[in-house]
């Protein structure tokens, strides 16, 4: 059996996070969808429409038979759930809460579905950006239980509070004065990671491999990628590989993707004065969210200046620079000046510049087929900074 992970066109409702990845790469507690499936043992494809993502590779080539499942929506999946994909046979119809989210067999060859068995799975539909914080503590905590099984427990005596355990796929260095507070869920740190010391950690939370966490940190229930550098106040929030946070910043409820870099004293706000509910803000209209705490959403290889203050419920587009105070969502490419409340655009070949800049420190390359990605998301965001009155003339302070 394989499953096949079909992307619809619902991949724009999760920008600025899709742009240069699958909806079913996208990371919920700790693990993506697709990663689930491959660790319970399930060969996984994704088919993509995102035409970014065609510029980085290629939608592999298969043929569909009667065994094999079709996700045709982005869903969080719990990972004893992912175990019923297991004993699906015949024609069968995969629903959560009466919503189709999964057929058995080839789509062309369906025509009436009342003749298919039902498998109803336990699922929450991710329909916009801020669900990826909405199920982000179920999903840490269910994810890191599960991965806590596959790796190796680290036996540490001192400075550890709670019954869950301190777990690792290798070696990590860790510094004096280092506490584990592991009373509501395991911690993960993975091979590499380098802990410094008077650092707090509190479980479930992850640490990717190769990553730094510097002195005074306070990470809460949180998942840090890989090769990170992290400092400050983390709390609910997921940061991708490759992004730094070093210094003295907060960082709560929050949804970071990879080559970020926060200023240090950055402030992402995650709660209103009255406690009341946060609206999500997308470039053309505001989004009621049932949530009392949310944070920002900021896109790849964008950057805040030291002292940014970001509002509840805003998003960062794809290389773009917040300065100061955010007071809206900024679409990509654009450099947000937030004490005169002025948009400019971010030159391509100086975005261009700074991103090679940035991956060279971590020793990657940017290579042609980043390139055109940049190149295609620069063209193709050029009608939303134009109805958000960007500048095309250079930033002056």
Not at 38 to 59: C, D, Q, R, V
Not at 179 to 204: H, K, N, V
Not at 319 to 330: A, D
Not at 333 to 355: L, M, P
Request: aromatic share 12%.
């Amino acid at each position: 059996m394989v499953v096949i992970l079909r992307e619809s066109e619902s991949y724009k409702e999760l920008f600025p996070v899709t742009y240069i990845r699958s909806y079913y790469d996208v990371i919920i507690g700790a693990l993506s969808l697709r990663k689930k499936l491959e660790l319970a043992g399930i060969e996984a494809y994704i088919e993509t429409n995102n035409p970014f993502l065609s510029l980085l590779y290629k939608n592999p080539s298969f043929s569909i038979d009667e065994r094999d499942v079709t996700i045709s929506k982005f869903v969080y999946l719990s990972n004893e759930e992912i175990k019923k994909f297991k004993n699906v046979s015949g024609k069968t119809l995969i629903t959560s809460n009466d919503v189709v989210i999964g057929y058995t067999g080839n789509v062309e060859d369906i025509k009436d579905f009342k003749n298919f068995n039902k498998l109803n799975v336990r699922a929450e539909i991710i329909s916009k950006p801020f669900d990826l914080i909405k199920y982000n503590k179920i999903a840490l905590e269910d994810d890191v239980l599960y991965l806590s099984k596959l790796y190796e427990e680290k036996k540490i005596s001192s400075n550890k509070l709670g019954k869950f355990g301190i777990y690792s796929n290798g070696d990590f260095i860790l510094e004096p004065n280092v506490l584990f507070d592991a009373r509501s869920g395991p911690i993960i740190i993975e091979d590499g990671a380098y802990i410094q010391g008077f650092t707090r950690i509190e479980g479930p939370s992850f640490i990717g491999s190769n990553s730094q966490i510097v002195s005074f940190t306070n990470i809460r229930k949180s998942y840090i990628g890989k090769s990170c550098v992290i400092g400050g106040e983390i709390s609910n929030s997921i940061i991708l590989d490759y992004t730094n946070s070093r210094h003295n910043s907060y960082i709560g409820d929050s949804y970071i993707c990879t080559w970020v870099n926060i200023g240090a004293h950055t402030v992402t706000s995650n709660l209103k004065h009255t406690y009341g509910i946060i609206k999500y803000e997308t470039l053309h209209s505001e989004i009621l969210t049932n949530m009392t705490k949310l944070g920002s959403i900021i896109s790849d290889f964008s950057k805040t200046s030291i002292g940014c203050h970001i509002l509840s419920g805003k998003f960062i587009g794809f290389s773009s620079m917040v300065n100061f105070i955010q007071t809206k969502s900024i679409p990509s490419f654009t450099i947000w000046q937030g004490i005169k409340g002025e948009a400019y655009e971010f030159n391509f070949d100086s975005a261009v510049e700074t991103a090679k800049r940035f991956m060279t420190k971590k020793g990657i390359d940017f290579d042609g087929k980043m390139y055109n990605v940049f190149r295609e998301i620069f063209y193709s965001t050029e009608e939303d900074r134009v109805k958000f009155g960007v500048k095309k003339e250079k930033l002056r302070f």
